[in-house]
Protein backbone atom coordinates (compact mmCIF):
# COMPACT_ATOMS: atom_id res chain seq x y z
CA UNK A 1 0.00 0.00 0.00
CA UNK A 2 1.52 3.61 -0.72
CA UNK A 3 1.41 5.69 1.50
CA UNK A 4 1.00 9.80 1.92
CA UNK A 5 2.46 11.31 -0.82
CA UNK A 6 4.31 14.87 -0.16
CA UNK A 7 5.74 17.38 -2.26
CA UNK A 8 8.17 19.42 -2.51
CA UNK A 9 10.51 17.86 0.41
CA UNK A 10 12.07 20.90 0.45
CA UNK A 11 11.36 24.43 -0.20
CA UNK A 12 13.57 27.83 0.60
CA UNK A 13 12.02 31.09 -0.10
CA UNK A 14 12.44 34.56 0.85
CA UNK A 15 9.69 36.45 3.12
CA UNK A 16 6.96 37.71 1.22
CA UNK A 17 6.96 35.49 -1.19
CA UNK A 18 4.36 32.75 -2.34
CA UNK A 19 4.57 28.81 -1.67
CA UNK A 20 2.21 25.73 -2.57
CA UNK A 21 2.52 22.63 -0.84
CA UNK A 22 0.75 19.19 -2.10
CA UNK A 23 -0.48 16.15 -0.34
CA UNK A 24 -1.95 13.14 -2.08
CA UNK A 25 -3.51 10.96 0.44
CA UNK A 26 -3.79 7.04 0.70
CA UNK A 27 -6.18 5.66 -1.70
CA UNK A 28 -9.72 5.82 0.15
CA UNK A 29 -8.70 7.74 2.87
CA UNK A 30 -11.67 10.40 3.39
CA UNK A 31 -10.20 12.55 6.24
CA UNK A 32 -6.97 14.94 5.43
CA UNK A 33 -4.97 17.11 7.76
CA UNK A 34 -2.64 19.68 7.67
CA UNK A 35 0.03 19.88 10.78
CA UNK A 36 2.90 23.08 10.86
CA UNK A 37 6.01 21.10 12.93
CA UNK A 38 8.09 23.82 14.02
CA UNK A 39 12.03 22.81 15.22
CA UNK A 40 11.70 21.21 18.74
CA UNK A 41 7.98 21.01 19.01
CA UNK A 42 5.62 18.46 18.31
CA UNK A 43 2.97 19.20 15.07
CA UNK A 44 0.11 21.33 15.53
CA UNK A 45 -2.75 21.32 13.75
CA UNK A 46 -3.75 23.53 10.84
CA UNK A 47 -6.56 22.26 9.04
CA UNK A 48 -8.97 19.35 8.95
CA UNK A 49 -10.85 18.03 5.61
CA UNK A 50 -13.79 15.20 5.28
CA UNK A 51 -13.68 14.22 2.43
CA UNK A 52 -13.42 17.60 0.49
CA UNK A 53 -15.50 20.12 3.37
CA UNK A 54 -13.71 21.65 6.12
CA UNK A 55 -14.54 19.90 9.53
CA UNK A 56 -11.81 22.58 11.62
CA UNK A 57 -9.87 25.29 10.31
CA UNK A 58 -9.71 27.31 13.70
CA UNK A 59 -6.04 27.22 13.87
CA UNK A 60 -5.44 28.14 10.17
CA UNK A 61 -4.01 31.68 9.94
CA UNK A 62 -6.50 32.50 7.35
CA UNK A 63 -5.02 35.77 6.39
CA UNK A 64 -1.97 34.54 4.50
CA UNK A 65 -2.55 30.49 4.89
CA UNK A 66 -5.32 28.91 2.14
CA UNK A 67 -6.01 24.94 1.74
CA UNK A 68 -8.27 23.19 -0.85
CA UNK A 69 -9.15 19.48 -1.34
CA UNK A 70 -10.49 19.21 -4.33
CA UNK A 71 -12.57 16.22 -5.92
CA UNK A 72 -11.96 14.59 -2.01
CA UNK A 73 -8.41 13.41 -2.81
CA UNK A 74 -5.19 15.64 -3.61
CA UNK A 75 -4.87 18.56 -1.03
CA UNK A 76 -2.66 21.82 -1.44
CA UNK A 77 -1.94 24.12 1.30
CA UNK A 78 -0.28 28.23 -0.15
CA UNK A 79 0.89 30.36 2.12
CA UNK A 80 0.65 33.92 0.38
CA UNK A 81 2.72 35.99 1.85
CA UNK A 82 5.38 33.83 3.93
CA UNK A 83 7.05 35.60 7.32
CA UNK A 84 10.28 34.08 8.66
CA UNK A 85 8.14 32.76 11.36
CA UNK A 86 6.38 30.01 8.53
CA UNK A 87 9.67 28.41 8.50
CA UNK A 88 8.67 24.84 9.50
CA UNK A 89 8.09 21.35 8.68
CA UNK A 90 4.30 20.93 6.51
CA UNK A 91 3.20 17.58 7.61
CA UNK A 92 -0.20 15.84 5.58
CA UNK A 93 -1.55 12.63 7.29
CA UNK A 94 -5.24 10.84 6.29
CA UNK A 95 -6.99 8.23 7.89
CA UNK A 96 -10.47 6.10 6.81
CA UNK A 97 -13.90 7.65 7.19
CA UNK A 98 -15.34 5.38 10.89
CA UNK A 99 -13.55 4.15 13.29
CA UNK A 100 -10.27 4.48 12.49
CA UNK A 101 -7.25 3.64 14.28
CA UNK A 102 -5.03 5.44 13.38
CA UNK A 103 -3.56 8.51 11.21
CA UNK A 104 -0.38 7.57 8.53
CA UNK A 105 1.72 10.54 7.98
CA UNK A 106 3.74 11.48 4.84
CA UNK A 107 7.56 12.55 4.97
CA UNK A 108 6.61 16.30 5.29
CA UNK A 109 8.03 19.38 3.02
CA UNK A 110 10.74 21.70 5.24
CA UNK A 111 10.30 24.97 3.98
CA UNK A 112 12.76 28.30 4.96
CA UNK A 113 11.65 31.12 4.58
CA UNK A 114 14.75 33.85 4.76
CA UNK B 1 -8.00 17.31 24.49
CA UNK B 2 -6.74 16.26 28.08
CA UNK B 3 -2.73 17.22 28.83
CA UNK B 4 -0.44 14.51 28.99
CA UNK B 5 3.47 14.70 30.79
CA UNK B 6 6.48 13.06 29.57
CA UNK B 7 10.26 13.52 30.09
CA UNK B 8 12.24 15.15 27.81
CA UNK B 9 14.49 12.31 27.10
CA UNK B 10 15.48 8.86 28.24
CA UNK B 11 18.19 6.66 26.79
CA UNK B 12 18.59 2.74 26.37
CA UNK B 13 20.93 0.02 25.72
CA UNK B 14 20.63 -1.68 22.41
CA UNK B 15 18.48 -4.92 23.14
CA UNK B 16 17.52 -3.28 26.53
CA UNK B 17 13.77 -3.08 27.47
CA UNK B 18 12.55 0.44 27.51
CA UNK B 19 9.61 1.95 29.26
CA UNK B 20 8.63 5.28 28.11
CA UNK B 21 6.26 6.63 31.23
CA UNK B 22 3.40 9.47 30.39
CA UNK B 23 0.97 10.52 32.78
CA UNK B 24 -2.07 11.96 32.09
CA UNK B 25 -4.04 12.40 35.41
CA UNK B 26 -6.99 14.53 34.24
CA UNK B 27 -7.93 12.04 32.32
CA UNK B 28 -11.85 11.87 31.09
CA UNK B 29 -13.40 8.18 30.76
CA UNK B 30 -13.62 8.09 27.33
CA UNK B 31 -10.14 9.37 26.29
CA UNK B 32 -7.81 6.99 24.53
CA UNK B 33 -4.37 6.44 25.01
CA UNK B 34 -2.37 6.86 21.75
CA UNK B 35 1.61 7.09 21.40
CA UNK B 36 3.16 7.81 18.09
CA UNK B 37 6.58 8.05 17.60
CA UNK B 38 7.97 10.60 15.14
CA UNK B 39 12.15 8.89 13.62
CA UNK B 40 14.75 12.06 12.36
CA UNK B 41 13.28 13.73 9.28
CA UNK B 42 10.28 11.77 8.79
CA UNK B 43 6.20 12.14 9.64
CA UNK B 44 5.48 10.21 13.10
CA UNK B 45 3.70 7.13 13.12
CA UNK B 46 1.44 5.14 14.98
CA UNK B 47 2.66 2.99 18.02
CA UNK B 48 -0.23 1.57 19.61
CA UNK B 49 -3.16 2.56 21.71
CA UNK B 50 -5.65 1.72 24.66
CA UNK B 51 -8.42 2.76 26.46
CA UNK B 52 -7.93 0.56 29.78
CA UNK B 53 -6.54 -2.73 29.42
CA UNK B 54 -3.04 -3.67 28.60
CA UNK B 55 -2.38 -4.14 25.06
CA UNK B 56 0.19 -5.70 22.75
CA UNK B 57 1.18 -5.33 19.06
CA UNK B 58 4.26 -5.92 17.09
CA UNK B 59 6.01 -3.04 17.67
CA UNK B 60 4.97 -2.16 21.53
CA UNK B 61 3.28 -3.13 25.00
CA UNK B 62 1.23 -0.47 26.50
CA UNK B 63 0.57 -0.71 30.15
CA UNK B 64 -2.07 1.48 31.51
CA UNK B 65 -2.65 2.19 35.67
CA UNK B 66 -5.87 0.82 37.12
CA UNK B 67 -6.71 4.41 37.42
CA UNK B 68 -5.71 5.07 34.41
CA UNK B 69 -3.80 8.16 35.49
CA UNK B 70 -0.71 7.15 34.05
CA UNK B 71 0.53 4.42 31.10
CA UNK B 72 3.98 3.01 30.08
CA UNK B 73 4.86 2.32 26.69
CA UNK B 74 7.20 -0.77 26.25
CA UNK B 75 9.42 -1.76 23.90
CA UNK B 76 10.84 -4.77 24.29
CA UNK B 77 14.46 -4.95 22.94
CA UNK B 78 15.12 -1.63 21.95
CA UNK B 79 17.00 -1.14 18.56
CA UNK B 80 19.19 1.46 17.04
CA UNK B 81 15.63 2.10 14.86
CA UNK B 82 13.88 2.87 17.78
CA UNK B 83 15.59 6.24 18.04
CA UNK B 84 13.00 8.94 17.86
CA UNK B 85 10.66 11.20 19.95
CA UNK B 86 7.93 9.31 21.06
CA UNK B 87 4.00 10.92 21.69
CA UNK B 88 1.91 10.21 24.32
CA UNK B 89 -1.84 11.75 23.36
CA UNK B 90 -5.55 11.41 24.32
CA UNK B 91 -8.25 11.43 22.19
CA UNK B 92 -11.70 12.00 22.64
CA UNK B 93 -12.42 8.49 20.92
CA UNK B 94 -10.50 6.76 18.04
CA UNK B 95 -7.39 9.13 16.66
CA UNK B 96 -8.13 8.36 13.46
CA UNK B 97 -11.29 10.92 12.65
CA UNK B 98 -9.63 13.02 15.72
CA UNK B 99 -6.83 15.89 15.35
CA UNK B 100 -3.96 14.97 17.37
CA UNK B 101 -2.59 17.21 20.05
CA UNK B 102 1.43 16.85 20.53
CA UNK B 103 3.38 17.95 23.23
CA UNK B 104 7.09 17.73 23.27
CA UNK B 105 7.20 14.16 23.61
CA UNK B 106 10.26 11.83 24.93
CA UNK B 107 13.33 11.45 22.92
CA UNK B 108 14.90 8.71 23.51
CA UNK B 109 18.73 7.72 22.00
CA UNK B 110 19.65 4.09 22.00
CA UNK B 111 23.65 3.50 22.45
CA UNK B 112 24.66 0.37 20.49
Known amino acids: EAGVAQSPRYKIIEKRQSVAFWCNPI?????LYWYQQILGQGPKLLIQ????????DSQLPKDRFSAERLKGVDSTLKIQPAKLEDSAVYLC????????????FGPGTRLTVL | DAKTTQPNSMESNEEEPVHLPCNHS???????IHWYRQLPSQGPEYVIH???SNVNNRMASLAIAEDRKSSTLILHRATLRDAAVYYC?????????????FGKGTRLSVIA
Open chain 1, 93 to 104: ASSQAGLADTQY
Open chain 1, 27 to 31: SGHAT
Open chain 1, 49 to 56: FQNNGVVD
Open chain 2, 26 to 32: TISGTDY
Open chain 2, 50 to 52: GLT
Open chain 2, 89 to 101: ILTLGNSGNTPLV
